[in-house]
């Protein structure tokens, strides 16, 4: 079984499948108006299709063997993932036309507050937390779990273990 070892998410290595923005610690991030209340405006963008109505929900996930077992993608959609309440693993891949290609997957150490944008057509999966049960918001077009994605699951000979 091929090992793959977490490291820590960057603008650099995340941008093969998307866009990164530390929502919940903005930092210097250009703000309108100033303390107490500043508004971030326009952090990240999820490119969708052109009459899309966003759907936000929420996924739950609680501690597994850090073993990828399946991938997905959406091929019309980008697919917002957001933790909040713990720092999380994502592996992703890179878009390719719908053929998996596990001996591309990364993974990385995302921390709790920090947007995940996979573009349209990156492959990944249901996040692992780190420290026990996690929540995550998930920004999609409505119903694309129904229209739009496309779930394939490894041979076992494929399965990947993440490392820490």
């Given at each position: 079984?091929?090992?793959?070892k ?55 996930v ?62 990944h999966g ?39």
């Open positions: 079984m091929k090992t793959i977490a490291v820590p998410v960057t603008q650099e290595n995340w941008a093969p499948y998307g866009y990164l923005a530390n929502i919940a610690d903005p930092g210097d991030a250009y703000g309108l108006g100033s303390y107490p209340c500043t508004f971030h405006r326009d952090m990240a963008l999820a490119p969708m299709a052109s009459s899309a109505t966003i759907a936000f929900g929420s996924l739950k609680g501690p597994r063997e850090m073993l990828i077992r399946d991938v997905e993608y959406h091929s019309e959609a980008s697919e917002v993932m957001m933790p909040f309440d713990d720092d999380m693993v994502m592996y992703a891949g890179p878009a390719n036309g719908g053929v998996p290609e596990p001996d591309k997957l990364e993974a990385f150490i995302i921390p709790k507050g920090t947007m995940t944008i996979f573009r349209a057509g990156a492959w249901a996040p692992f937390p780190l420290h026990g049960d996690g929540t995550l918001l998930i920004c999609l077009p409505e119903r694309t779990y129904l229209t739009d994605t496309y779930k394939i699951f490894l041979e076992e000979q494929d399965y990947i273990k993440i490392e820490i």
